[in-house]
């Protein structure tokens, strides 16, 4: 039997683009580190991006961290199918 979140999550795509969520999510969590005990963004500080460019790539992550996070906690809930 299908769970909605299993079937939500094969709407999503494969095993591949869902470690790419992992990826970018991770990629979050360590500007966030950085800006927390470095008080560097690396996003900015490090690869220059500014003003729109900046925003969609924070809305990339944050879309990335959510997906990330429902996913594990689907397969935590449903199990690995």
Sequence with gaps: ??????RIMNAIGDKTLQVLF???AGIGALNWLSLEFF????????????????TAVIAVIGVA?????YNASAWFTDGDE
């Design 65 to 69: 961290g959510a997906l990330a996070v």
């Design 22 to 24: 992992q990826i970018i």
């Design 39 to 54: 008080d560097t963004d690396l996003l900015v500080d490090t690869i220059g991006l500014t003003g729109d460019t900046y």
């Design 1 to 6: 039997m299908t769970t909605t979140s299993n």
